[in-house]
């Protein structure tokens, strides 16, 4: 398995154990910023990932949904960039 393989894999299970509820959206954030660092790809992964993230920032602190997005929708996106993320 790649460096990168290894890391989108603490990724996933970051965001299924916050998906099953039992990790909050801010440590699920802190998490995936902390593994992005090794992660080789190119910069708009790196740039739509930070995006979703404060999305999802966003959406915790209007308590779960805002005007233009839920965080059912942003963790939908996050796991498309995880697969995107994982044929590069």
Avoid: Y
């Avoid at 190119?42 to 949904?65: C, H, I, K, N, T």
């Avoid at 233009?68 to 994982?86: E, H, M, P, Y």
Wanted: hydrophobic share 50%; glycine share 6%; proline share 3%.
């Amino acid at each position: 398995m790649s460096a990168n393989q290894e890391t989108l894999a603490v990724m996933r299970q970051a965001l299924d154990a916050h998906l099953a509820g039992t990790l909050p959206a801010g440590e699920l954030i802190a998490r995936w910023r902390a593994s992005a660092g090794s992660l080789t790809l190119p910069p708009v992964f790196g740039q739509a990932m930070e995006e979703l993230l404060r999305r999802m920032e966003m959406s915790a602190a209007f308590a779960q949904d805002s005007c233009s997005f839920s965080s059912s929708a942003v963790t939908d996106q996050l796991a498309k960039w995880l697969d995107k993320a994982g044929t590069v």
